[in-house]
């Protein structure tokens, strides 16, 4: 008889891992069995949370290979940093291919790759080790995504015609670990970290509800980068201090702000464009995510930050920092909006869920590698577009191989 409750492992305890963990409150049939983290302490605090949440038996592993070999694990989440995947996508097919676990499913976050070579090579691994594949793109699972692209094609679209542009804003003041500001390391710069999300979600959003996405074929690609704020030399002090003077943005800078416009053909030769801003120098009250999807006779809005939540603490109130109203929050005194259930507004409860039911069911997901390394693509275009500063027709020659140069260390926009 069919498992009917998934055993998930972890990979990584960090800072995404605690999101799908607190998210698993609303997620059916799986429970969270296993971490696997370099850091062992990491590991430890992560099978905590995931105890104090009740939502699994959760104790850490030495290595992803013995984790696979427990037949208690079912399905694994990549949830480590950008620069480790193909590392750890190798050592899962590997275990899985010699027969020292079986496995349904394996989740990996964004981005599926630091680059298409990569993220192709983590499509491959899936297929060779005949393993289900979601990627985790929790923004296109997002409920206000989700029920306004619902809405908008059912009265919208259906009465008055297709939507024709998708804009999606990624923006907060900069991520939470050393390794995700060094470009070698991550991919690039905020381009490569949240353009991911606007490029997938503003595409979704686009797609004819239950179609494919071969429906939008990428037609080209116009993109602007730079480093606007932490090129600065009090703010590149401050991630030199906060990396133990690694981090060097005066000679080795990745872009803090970037945009893109990207032309779709649909399947009726019409052109339909998605524009994205994503930015690591917005100060606000924290990550601020906004979409929009206008049509010939209607249009849609999304502020996270307009939350129906606001609480307001006088200059007498002087707490510590924390990110307990919203993520990547700013300021804890003042008129000040809270995201109330994040795992949820998110996407990371639906997500969850759809990963799940698919690998329960035997499906690949709707999310999968194929998904990311399409992602993966049109950001490294839009690099290209960049650092030619002209549109780049797609895919352009090259694609499968290219390495951007914040992703080499070469770019420096105050060298130009
Ligand atoms: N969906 C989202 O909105 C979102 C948000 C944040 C991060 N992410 C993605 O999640 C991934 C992790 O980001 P994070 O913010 O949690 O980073 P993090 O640095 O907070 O945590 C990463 C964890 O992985 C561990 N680790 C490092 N190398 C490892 C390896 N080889 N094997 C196992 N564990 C290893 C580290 O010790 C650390 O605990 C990144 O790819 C990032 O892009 C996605």
């Known amino acids: 008889m069919a498992k009917k409750t998934l055993g998930i ?6 800072f995404i891992a605690r999101f799908h963990i607190k998210s698993w409150v609303g997620v059916r049939d ?3 069995l296993g971490v696997f983290d370099l850091d062992a302490k990491r590991a430890a605090e992560a099978c905590s949370l995931v105890k104090s949440a009740g939502v699994g038996k959760a104790k850490p592993y030495r290595s992803v290979t013995e984790m ?3 037949p208690a694990i079912d399905a694994l989440w990549i949830c480590a940093p950008n620069f480790t995947r193909v590392e750890i996508m190798e050592e899962i097919a590997q275990a899985v291919i010699k027969g020292k676990g079986a496995l ?3 989740a990996c976050e964004k981005p599926l790759g630091r680059n298409a070579a990569e993220a192709g090579r983590m499509l491959e691994l899936a297929k060779k080790a005949g393993l289900l594949d979601g990627y985790l793109e929790n923004q296109v699972f997002s409920p206000a995504v989700v029920r306004g692209k619902e809405i908008i094609w059912a009265r919208g679209a259906a009465l008055a015609g297709p939507p024709y542009l998708a804009r999606a804003a990624e923006e907060h003041s900069g991520p939470h670990m050393p390794w995700f500001w060094e470009g070698s390391l991550q991919g690039g710069g905020v381009l490569n970290d949240m353009m991911c999300h606007s490029v997938e979600e503003a595409r979704f959003m686009l797609t004819p509800p239950g179609a494919s996405r071969e429906v939008l074929t990428p037609i080209s690609v116009t993109a602007y980068i730079n480093c606007l704020k932490w090129q600065e030399p009090r703010y590149a002090d401050i991630l030199a201090k906060n990396s133990g003077g690694k981090t060097d943005y005066i000679n080795r ?3 803090d702000f970037a945009r893109s416009l990207i032309e779709y053909k649909t399947a009726e030769g019409k052109i339909v464009v998605v524009e994205t801003s994503t930015s690591w120098c917005y100060v606000g009250a924290g990550l601020r995510l906004s979409m929009e999807l206008l049509g010939p006779e209607y249009s849609l809005q999304i502020n996270t930050l307009d939350s129906g939540l606001k609480v307001f603490f006088s200059r007498q109130v002087k707490g510590s920092a924390g990110e307990d109203l919203v993520e990547k929050q700013n300021a804890e005194i003042g008129l000040m909006p809270v995201v109330a259930d994040e795992a949820t507004e998110y996407g990371y409860i639906a997500e969850n869920r759809h990963m799940v039911r698919s690998f329960l069911q035997g499906r690949r997901p709707e999310e999968n590698f194929e ?3 399409n ?3 049109l950001l490294m275009t839009a690099y290209m577009s960049a650092d030619k500063g002209r549109t780049i027709p797609f ?4 694609l499968a191989t290219y390495v951007p140069p914040v992703a080499k260390g070469t770019w420096n926009p105050r060298k130009k």
Not at 9 to 14: Q, W
Not at 395 to 398: E, F, I, R, T
């Open 9 to 14: 492992g972890l990979i990584g305890g960090g």
């Open 30 to 32: 799986a429970d969270i």
């Open 68 to 70: 696979i070999a427990d």
């Open 104 to 106: 349904k499913g394996v």
């Open 253 to 255: 800078p990745a872009e």
């Open 371 to 373: 998904d990311g390394l």
């Open 375 to 377: 992602v993966t693509e």
């Open 395 to 398: 895919p352009p020659p090259g």
